[in-house]
C-alpha cells in the first residue's frame, strides 16, 4: 500500500490564514458592541465594558497562536465566554452564537481536507 504523495502546498498553512482572517473579524465584530456597552451597559468603565476589551484582545493575540494545536481550544473557551455573556449582554451572547456556528463550520471544512489530504484526493496531490 503506498501512501498519497505530499501537496505541493500546505493546505492547513491557508486554513490558518482563513481562521485568522475569522478571528480579526469576529474582533472587529465584537469592538462594535462598544458602542452598546457606553450606552446600555452602563459605560466601559464597567465589567461588561472590560469583557467586551478583553475578548478584543483575546481574540487578537489568538491569531498568533494558530500554529499551536491547542489554539483551537482556546478560541473554543472564548466562544463559551461570550455565549455564557448573555446574561450580561444579549448581543454579545447573539454574536457569540452566531461566531461559534461559524466555526462549526470552518472545523468541519479542516477535518474534511485533512480526510482528503490523508486519502490522496486534494487537487495539488494528483499528477
Known sequence: MTTPPAPKKDPM?????IMAGTLILE?????????VVAKLGGGVGTGTGYLVLG???AF???CGLLKRPWA???????????IASLFLMTALGVIGI???LVWAYLLWLRRDVAKRM?????PSQQP
Do not use: Q
Not at 498553512?13 to 490564514?17: D, E, L, Y
Not at 474582533?27 to 458602542?35: C, G, H, N, R
Not at 481550544?73 to 461570550?82: R, S
Open 13 to 17: 498553512k491557508s486554513f490558518r490564514g
Open 27 to 35: 474582533a472587529i465584530v465584537v469592538a462594535l458592541a462598544l458602542p
Open 55 to 57: 475578548l478584543i484582545v
Open 60 to 62: 487578537i493575540v489568538t
Open 72 to 82: 483551537v481550544w482556546i478560541i473554543a473557551a472564548l466562544h463559551v465566554v461570550m
Open 98 to 100: 452566531l461566531f461559534t
Open 118 to 122: 490523508a486519502e490522496g484526493r486534494l
